[in-house]
């Protein structure tokens, strides 16, 4: 069995320029501005992370983050266009704004190093001269690259000579296809329990398996996610969801005992899954998911499981069924009121819909902008849930009557009206 990797003194494998794809061509001009001027003013600076994995692997990398030995301090002062951020980790951000175009922050934190100062200083006391406010030692690029997640991850790009230096077996992970944990696993998830669920997700970005040991680490410890802020978790999988990557993340997590702990009010399971790739092939085309429609995909297999719709449900009961599971997960994530109240309106249109033929205001809620969207998940959800044939072949007919043209079909006879006597019903006395 392949192993974690372990820190180990050793000297770096470093590519030249003649064997990587890596060009500063490809590279944000402006993170090219960053790192030219850090190298102007004697600091070592690289490319860091996620995007020197993607341009080794061809890809599009979607941000530009730099490493340096240069403090917080020192990169506010040459950088006016910056802002400092973070309580735990300090980095700065770097704001780029021209016309026209969205904002462009550009990441530049700090080489940290293995060791943090634990305890608190004692009056007087001055703290070594290589820690940050947040109790985070600084160190060597080496050192900072065994802090980091994933071998994939900490490759560095210097362009000073336009090298790839790998101190973590990145590289050959990345030939390998395959997602590893740097240090032990055990450890480096309770550090912070979201890594196991961006293991899951770079394997599925990157088509990638999850080192064995890793793998084996995240069942160990997947409870561990509850504990994971919520906002930092709704925010992960919001991104999931933009990227339409939602649905196969979560059936991983799954697999892997994740998705229990991530999303405990989520009842029944296997039904979420087809409603997510509906919305992750809306992803893909460009068209983006609202977080209430999510939250609806969600929460209709549990709402369908406690209060099934079939013909002539009551509306009212309805509406209780499908109130208790959003709002518990709208509570876990700290989900606004009126995206609950959108996930909430969907649902209970599908239970209009169920109702069929005993639906009276059919005709008004037809005319109404949420009925196509909501047909679209009522049609949906009977393919997943197998026994609402009746209901959508009633619907079928009683659309194509309403859409039918006007002259088509069977005319109906026009009564004629009986005309009144003269006189009748005026009020007037014969005479």
């Not at 026209?100 to 006391?125: C, H, L, M, Y």
């Amino acid at each position: 069995m392949e192993d974690a990797v372990e820190p180990q003194s050793s000297h770096p494998v470093v590519l030249p320029r003649s064997e990587h794809p890596v060009s500063r061509k490809l590279i944000d001009p402006d993170a090219l501005w960053i790192l030219r001027r850090l190298r102007r003013e004697g600091y070592l600076a690289y490319l860091v992370g996620g995007a020197v994995r993607d341009l080794m692997l061809g890809r599009e990398p979607k941000d530009f983050d730099v490493g340096t030995n240069a403090r917080p301090s020192e990169i506010r002062r040459l950088f006016r266009n910056c802002r400092l951020i973070g309580r735990r980790f300090r980095i700065v951000h770097v704001y780029f704004r021209r016309k026209g175009q969205p904002e462009k922050i550009i990441e530049v934190s700090t080489f940290r190093g293995r060791a943090t100062w634990d305890e608190e200083p004692e009056a007087g006391e001055i703290p070594p001269e290589d820690l940050d406010l947040t109790g985070n030692v600084f160190g060597t690029p080496e050192e900072d690259a065994w802090r980091r997640d994933f071998t994939v991850n900490a490759l560095f790009y210097n362009l000073a000579d336009f090298t790839v230096i790998d101190h973590v077996g990145g590289l050959e992970d990345l030939r390998r296809g395959l997602i590893r944990i740097i240090g032990d696993p055990d450890e480096r998830f309770a550090e912070d329990p979201v890594r196991m669920l961006r293991a899951v997700e770079f394997g599925v970005r990157l088509g990638f398996r999850i080192e064995p040991e890793t793998e084996a680490g995240i069942r160990r410890n997947a409870p561990r996610i509850a504990e994971a802020s919520p906002a930092r978790l709704r925010e992960e999988l919001r991104q999931l969801a933009q990227r339409g990557i939602l649905a196969e993340v979560l059936a991983q997590a799954h697999r892997l005992g994740l998705f229990e702990a991530l999303l405990p009010e989520v009842e029944e399971v296997e039904g979420v899954f087809p409603l997510l790739e509906r919305l992750d092939a809306q992803a893909r085309e460009g068209r983006p998911v609202a977080e209430s429609r999510t939250l609806a995909a969600l929460a209709l297999p549990t709402v369908a499981a406690r209060y099934p719709l079939r013909p002539g449900v009551n509306l009212e009961e309805a509406q209780q069924a499908i109130g208790q599971p959003v709002e518990a997960l709208g509570r876990r994530y700290h989900v606004s009121s009126f995206i609950r109240h959108e996930a909430r309106e969907l649902l209970l249109s599908l239970y209009r819909i169920a109702r069929g033929r005993a639906y009276r205001t059919k005709g008004r809620f037809v005319r109404k902008p949420e009925f196509a969207e909501a047909w679209e998940w009522f049609n949906a959800w009977a393919e997943i849930a197998g026994d609402l044939d009746e209901v959508v072949g009633y619907w079928e007919r009683y659309l194509e009557n309403l859409n039918r043209p006007a002259g088509s079909g069977k005319k109906r006879k026009r009564r004629r009206r009986r005309r009144k006597p003269q006189g009748e019903g005026t009020g007037t006395a014969e005479g």
